[in-house]
Antibody, heavy 122, light 108 residues
Framework: QVQLVESGGGVVQPGRSLRLSCAASGFSLSIFGMHWVRQAPGKGLEWVAVMSYDGSDEYYADSVKGRFTISRDNSKNTLYLQMNSLRAEDTAVYYC???????????????WGQGTLVTVSS | DIQLTQSPSFLSASVGDRVTITCRASQGISSYLAWYQQKPGKAPKLLIYAASTLQSGVPSRFSGSRSGTGTEFTLTISSLQPEDFATYYCQQLNSYPPTFGPGTKVDI
């Protein structure tokens, strides 16, 4: 069955970097656009980034543009989010998520990981 | 960016109630709207996409609709069940970034 497992979260100081991973199983990452969505403690959902199935397109929220980079290693069936110049307002649970349909990425998502918590604090 | 607002932000209801949540977009988004349900400590669950299409496995008491202008959308729960107490979010998928609404918490 489809499974997404995020890892790499933790406590990091402002200005530092962190890389999140999302290991996919039960399907091939290479045919799905993949998203990162975050949720600050007690707050709503915020879409972060998406990468097309073939890696040719990527889009970012304005709040992370220029600081975060989404990437994928299809040979490892893993999605990544490189987060640089972290700020306190980046503190959140980060989810990777997959749409129901292959080959599309500006579509809803129906498979989510369990999330990994990133805390940016000195 | 397209902004989404939801009303109400909080809703107190009882089991068996009919519940309606509204999502308004700052510009027309056709039918590119999805609804999610999220329970505390859990990832969101997709309920409805394309404004009114029920995701597979979602109970039929959930329904979605769109106003003629493509800026106002509603999520209706026809008869609230105990497991429906949660926070509901809309998301527009008309253009990047695919923004979420601020959420509506449905509580007892």
């Amino acid at each position: 069955q489809v499974q997404l497992v995020e890892s790499g979260g933790g406590v990091v100081q402002p200005g530092r970097s962190l890389r999140l991973s999302c290991a996919a199983s039960g399907f091939s990452l290479s045919i799905f656009g993949m998203h990162w969505v975050r949720q600050a403690p007690g707050k709503g959902l915020e879409w972060v980034a998406v990468m097309s199935y073939d890696g040719s397109d990527e889009y970012y929220a304005d709040s992370v543009k220029g600081r975060f980079t989404i990437s994928r290693d299809n040979s490892k069936n893993t999605l990544y989010l490189q987060m640089n110049s972290l700020r306190a307002e980046d503190t959140a649970v980060y989810y990777c998520a997959r749409p129901p349909w292959e080959g599309q990425w500006l579509v809803p998502v129906n498979y989510w990981g369990q999330g990994t918590l990133v805390t940016v604090s000195s | 960016d397209i902004q989404l607002t939801q009303s109400p932000s909080f809703l107190s209801a009882s089991v068996g109630d009919r519940v309606t949540i509204t999502c308004r977009a700052s510009q027309g988004i056709s039918s590119y709207l999805a609804w999610y349900q999220q329970k505390p400590g859990k990832a969101p669950k997709l309920l409805i996409y394309a404004a009114s299409t029920l995701q597979s496995g979602v109970p039929s008491r959930f329904s979605g609709s769109r106003s003629g202008t493509g800026t106002e959308f509603t999520l209706t729960i026809s008869s609230l069940q105990p497991e429906d107490f949660a926070t509901y979010y809309c998301q527009q998928l008309n253009s990047y970034p695919p923004t979420f609404g601020p959420g509506t918490k449905v509580d007892i």
